[in-house]
């Protein structure tokens, strides 16, 4: 059962819909913990959960209704929008044609979910436009009906855990389920106290699509039946730090996630690839005993999470000692997407 059906009686809707010609979206990025379930990871299925923190830094979705014969569609992940708008506007009978453009501040294929951010995006667009009266549950479904990722600018198939969706949609932390479900959602208390640095390599060496599966479907998975009662134990003590308000306790837990099971062929694969820089950010956040690190999906972005003083005086240790990387500094972010009306 979706917690979505717990908490509000049958659903859990996503605000409240408005029709109007045009609407504005803001989707934010995800830090992807771990999975929860490598096993449970198919192509072109939901499935796979784990644990996910949503941040504040946002793909922006414009949308007008205009009055041509197709739709113009422009910004990054275009085709991933199109192929969304196609499948929401036969699905709902929806005839007219429309204006996107999205904007993203983040570089793709780095592993914080551009592509689930158009996608999760695309559709609350629809819902707010066309006052379709969507729950999340019915977003997560939507978005699981056409799984996309592009590569070498084409499409392919992808995988999807469902740990992106509900953290878009909720915000905080969330604790998705094997099967795409949500087992929980945290608002992080005092989260304007903590920051949230993002590592990047200036040059992204792009992965393959076959890269990708071989590596979550290969020695990820391999690693993950290898570590799984420990993994389980961890996800558990994180959610019951949690559900007893101690949330430093679970954000500490966290870095023992990051460094058990798939995750330690995630990190050896983009560690390889980068010439062991993930290595060397990780070593470097451990020496200056920062609350919480790790490497965000398959990578090769890395993430740091303490209290703001912590976070400026890394900052500035790392763009010191550490040259070809973008640093981000941002924040958690509590809630999920949200919607204004266009002008």
Not at 19 to 37: F, K, T
Not at 260 to 274: D, F, M, P, R, V
Not at 329 to 343: L, R
């Given at each position: ?89 036969e699905k709902f009978n929806i005839s007219k044609k429309l204006n996107v453009h999205i904007e993203q ?49 084409l499409l392919n198939e992808s995988v999807l855990t469902g740990v992106s969706s509900w953290a878009m ?92 099971g798939s995750k330690i062929a995630e990190l050896e694969y983009q560690n390889h690839k980068y010439n ?68």
């Amino acid at each position: 059962m979706f917690i979505g059906d717990m908490l509000k009686g049958n659903t859990l809707f996503a605000g409240d819909c408005f029709v109007s010609e045009s609407v504005i979206i803001s989707v934010p990025a995800r830090l992807n913990i771990s999975a929860y379930n490598m096993d449970a990871i198919v192509l072109n299925k939901l499935g796979g959960g784990g644990i996910g923190l949503a941040i504040k830094l946002y793909t922006t979705i414009s949308i007008a209704v205009n009055n041509e014969q197709q739709h113009n569609i422009s910004g990054n992940h275009s085709k991933i929008a199109k192929v969304y708008i196609d499948y929401l506007t036969e699905k709902f009978n929806i005839s007219k044609k429309l204006n996107v453009h999205i904007e993203q501040p983040l570089k793709p294929h780095t592993g914080l979910a551009t592509s689930s951010a158009v996608a999760v995006g695309i559709i609350y667009c629809f819902n707010k436009l066309f006052s379709l009266n969507l729950s999340y549950k019915d977003i997560i479904f939507l978005h699981s009906s056409k799984i996309m990722e592009e590569h070498n600018n084409l499409l392919n198939e992808s995988v999807l855990t469902g740990v992106s969706s509900w953290a878009m949609c909720l915000g905080g932390m969330v604790i998705v389920d094997d099967d795409g479900s949500l087992i929980n959602q945290y608002k992080i208390k005092e989260c304007n106290d903590y920051s949230v640095l993002i590592v990047t390599p200036k040059k992204i060496m792009r992965n393959t699509l076959e890269d990708e599966i071989h590596l979550l479907k290969g020695n990820g998975t391999a690693f993950d039946l290898r570590d799984k009662n420990e993994k389980k134990t961890l996800f558990l003590k994180i959610e019951e730090c949690f559900d007893n308000n101690n949330q430093k306790a679970g954000l500490k837990f966290m870095n023992k996630l990051l460094s058990t099971g798939s995750k330690i062929a995630e990190l050896e694969y983009q560690n390889h690839k980068y010439n062991g820089l993930i290595s060397e950010l990780l070593l470097f956040g451990k020496e200056n005993k920062i609350l919480t690190m790790g490497m965000s999906a398959i990578g090769p972005s890395v993430f740091f999470i303490d209290s703001n003083d912590v976070i400026n005086e890394l900052l500035n240790n790392l763009v010191d000692n550490f040259e070809h990387i973008d640093v981000t500094k941002t924040a958690i972010h509590n809630d999920g997407v949200s919607a204004k009306k266009g002008h």
